[in-house]
């Protein structure tokens, strides 16, 4: 009832208060059921293809140690990880990686990406800009890259079914030098 001189206050309904936390209880029991999980709906047991390739599902980051950028790529892409490359001056042999931004044994989520601080040499050669090769074929891609004078290593992508290059490192637009190896991530 108003008061005389004083605006009604409007009145609330209590079950749009109780909206909120009803699908916050909801939410939690279906994730607590299994549902939306990469569960197997036969036995309850963890699918090989969805749990092990799907963004989300836990990945190991290895020791990549002084290896060559090649070999560490194909071992990240082996845990579900992708490289973020960074060239760096270093006395290192080029094409060496001497650091890595995640100490091994660290878990992350497949899809994540770790830097590598890649060497480019004692006599580094001169700076080329990176063609960017993203939505093109992984021939168009690699034609493109390998036209500028880089070496291309080619990781596939399960999730992606199209023939179609979804990411590079180093990004298109960056300068690195001429002859480093640029890690292409396509489908197909």
Known sequence: MAIPGQP???RRRPALRLVAPLALVL???LVGAG??????????TTGTSAATTGPGAAATVPDVGQGELADAAQQLADEGLRVAVKYVPA????????????????????????????SIGPKPR???????????TEAEGRAA???AGFEVLTIAVPAV?????????PPGASRVPRGSLVILYAGG
């Open 35 to 44: 549902c939306g999980s990469d569960d197997d709906e036969a036995g309850g």
């Open 8 to 10: 009604a206050r409007p």
């Open 161 to 169: 079914t199209q023939d179609v290059v979804v990411s590079h490192s």
């Open 145 to 147: 890259l390998e036209r």
């Open 126 to 136: 001169p700076n080329v800009t990176v063609p960017d090769a993203t939505e093109k």
């Open 27 to 29: 939410g939690l029991a």
């Open 91 to 118: 006395n290192d042999p080029r094409g060496r990686v001497i650091g890595q931004s995640q100490p091994p044994g660290t878990e992350l989520q497949r899809g994540d990406a770790v830097s590598l601080n890649v």
